[in-house]
């Protein structure tokens, strides 16, 4: 039975979130991940619209957005996946 440190563990997760990073920027070199707090009305605590981070295909560009999520891992990788299905079966290999 092989016992995983956390040291081991947190570099595997960091380095699959960068590999979803770098599969982003491959295709889309100026890709850039983007925070957007939560829109609140005045007095009203919980959000008309909930925060999280975006990838858009470059920083000039707000319409062309390529991936979501509730934290930048999760839209790296949600970025990555959406490349990867729209790759052909022999780019994909």
């Not at 560009?61 to 891992?73: K, M, R, V, Y």
């Not at 790296?76 to 729209?86: G, H, L, P, V």
Request: with cysteine.
């Amino acid at each position: 039975m092989k016992l995983h440190t956390l040291s081991g563990l947190l570099c595997a997760w960091d380095s699959a979130a960068m590999n979803h990073e770098e599969t982003v920027l491959q295709s889309h070199p100026h890709a850039e991940s983007l925070f957007f707090e939560p829109i609140r009305q005045h007095g009203d605590n919980s959000p008309l619209c909930a925060g999280g981070w975006v990838i858009l295909e470059s920083p000039d560009c707000i319409d062309n957005e390529l991936g979501q999520g509730p934290s930048e891992d999760a839209a790296w990788a949600d970025a990555a996946a959406k490349i990867n299905a729209e790759l052909s079966p022999e780019e994909a290999a």
